[in-house]
């Protein structure tokens, strides 16, 4: 057996950004703009509990795609071994020729990078450009003012990406301008705009300007360890909920053999009270994904799913009882 040889300076990009503000969009822009024939491997970690955005992304591509998901909270919690154990099966998989790796919009990116640390000491990971996608929109919203995690979210940037800029206000992007002036620290964090997460694939390739140090150690629980799983219940369906960071999330997993009324569903959706709706559903008319962020929901029809699965996020701790027998109405009676 011919022993294959070793993962060596894989380039490596984290893009990172607050809840809502199109990591994913902005990915699936990236993965369908690559090289044709180059291996592209995806690390993504999500706060909620089920994982809902490697369904977002799509099937893996004909071995040119590969997909991992740390759910659960920051991945970079107790000493990052979620991160590492998921990152070091991806690699081994895949063996890809670049990495995106997406942290949670509540994680903690400067953590996030300095557990990298020693796969780039080793060798096997080249750290190139950290994209940090904002809304500038949010940029005077005290809540963002306020967060630890938006004000590392830019510190660590090589490239700020203003995202969705065709919603914008005559001043806002020059807000965020004075905003990003005022952090700067003797380093100009260099802005692009960009409409539908349309990030240019050689912003990948500047280098990292990351400076590795000693990571703090913050308060919240770890995340599981990849493929930790829970399994299903009698009844079809798990539900699971995460706090932390300000927020509060409920998730639920259902089995494959529940199929949902699409029109039903897009209704429901629609009018869900809370911040932050994503969720991938098998339904009567195909597979799709719905993501509703800033109270606009989109649909993108997707070719397969291994189950159906959505996540609420919101400041608030949502009536999750109610939300859960909404999504048991919208059950496929045909």
Known sequence: MTQKEPIREVPANVITGFLGVGKTTAIRH?????????????????????????????????????????????MCCTTGLPMQVALNQLLARARPQRLLIEPT???????????????????????????????????EDERYLRSDSFRQQLEVADLVVANKSDLYGPQELESLRRYLSFLQDDTEITLQAVEQGRIQPDWLYA???????????????????PDEQEPLSECGYLRLENSGEGYHSCGWR???????????????ISGVDAERVKGVFITEQGVFGFNKAD???????????????????DPKRRDWDKMESGWLSTLSTG
């Open 30 to 74: 990236l993965l369908d703009s690559k090289p044709a024939g180059e291996r592209w491997a995806v690390l993504v970690n999500e706060f909620g509990e089920v994982g809902v955005d490697g369904g977002l992304f799509g099937p893996e591509k004909d071995g040119e795609v590969f997909i991992r998901e740390v759910p659960g909270g920051c």
């Open 105 to 139: 919009g509540l994680g903690h990116p400067r953590e996030v990078l300095s557990t990298l640390s020693d796969a780039v000491r080793a060798g096997v990971l080249d750290l190139r450009a950290t994209l940090t996608l904002v809304d500038a929109r949010c940029i």
């Open 207 to 225: 280098p990292s300007g990351f400076r590795i140090t000693a990571g703090h150690k913050h308060g919240h629980r770890a995340a599981p360890l």
């Open 254 to 268: 259902f089995d494959p053999t529940l199929v949902f009324d699409y029109e039903q569903l897009f209704s429901l």
């Open 295 to 313: 109270s606009v929901l989109s649909v993108l029809e997707l070719d397969d799913a291994l189950d159906s699965r959505v996540e609420a996020i």
